[in-house]
């Protein structure tokens, strides 16, 4: 760390802490650094390589087909299959080199690709069983890159206990600029789905009785610092930080947590299935607490209250990173998206199931719950 400045991570700063990658598949000597130069047989040799350490630990159960053939062939899921997709788009989603500095490396593309369609499953109470990836991109696009990304995408099942997961294929194609598109399939886990509306009988309890909102997974707030922290100009950084007092100067520790959530979000995986029977409705953060909760609020014409006590226990360890970017941390808490943690109404008479804790309340109608604020609107919108 630099003692002249802010300990921010510099231009194509290596992600610091233990997220070492599973060791890289050995990189055969391919001539060429491009996709042009490699071709679309040596671009898949390359994901092959890298996607080598899922199948080697996950080999496919008799009968089925993996990667090579026009479509895998999958064993049947009892109970059925969870299929969900989601995209990432470079310049939306992600930067290439962001105005703090730091270089996006396909590694997290490839990451969180995978952190946010696995998501999805969990919050549906399902176990991820297979994707399949769609990568795009220019020409001139190193291959490095590309390995990268399949390195993360691999990693990422593997460190984030995505244990019945392998990948089932994928697709190449040309576009003016990067573009990752990943589509999860999944099993229902052994309490069944958790829809985001309640059944009858939840939802009539909790409209006269009242109910608890439980939220399980990282703390919200700390994928939206790190993005704020991304977009602000280096050279502004460094200016804020030397004007905060020493005590409110963000550490290294603090920076690289911020920016480490946004990059590589880690969705509690395993807290969906094992909490489904606990819950009468749930659903994954993506777009914002706030936004999120309005939904699952919506779906089930109720409201969610989250708790005063909770929202400033969440956003204290965000104080400092807010003065150095002049938001008030309360904002990423509950506008925040990209932690992908799961959130929920819990069932009547039930107990809080391992992983979540209570954030807040659903008032049984008409009432307003004391020291709590509804939540709301605040959070992303693509198109907005
Ligand atoms: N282009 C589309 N065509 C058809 N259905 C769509 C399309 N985009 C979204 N949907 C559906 O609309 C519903 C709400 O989508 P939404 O993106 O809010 O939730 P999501 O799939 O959980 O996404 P995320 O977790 O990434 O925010 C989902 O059931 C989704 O499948
Ligand atoms: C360059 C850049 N600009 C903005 C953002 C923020 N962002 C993108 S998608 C999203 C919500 C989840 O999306 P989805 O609902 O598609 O899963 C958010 C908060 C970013 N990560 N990178
Ligand atoms: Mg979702």
Redesign the pocket.
Known sequence: MRTSGPPSPGPGAQMPGGEAPVPAAEHHDDGARTLAGLGEAGVLRLIGRELAVVEERRPWPEGSVGIGDDAALLPVSPGGTLV???SMAEGHDWLPTWPAGVRTRGFDVGWKAAA?NL??IN?MGGVPTALVMALTGPRRTEAAWIAGVARGLATALLRLGADECRVAGGDLGGADRAGLAVTVLGRPGAHGVLRRTMGEQDLAAVRSEGGAVVHAGSAPGWAAAGLALLLTDRAELEERWHALAPQDRPGPRELVRAVRAQLRPRPPLGAGPAGAGALACG??V??GLGR?AD?LAAANGVQLWADEAWVAEAAAPLRRLGRLLDIAPEEWVLGGGEDYGLLAVLRPGHGVPPGFRVIGAVPSSGRVPAGHRLLGEAGWDHFA
């Open positions: 969900s997709t989601d946010q998501s999805d919050a659903m994954d993506s777009d999120d939904r």
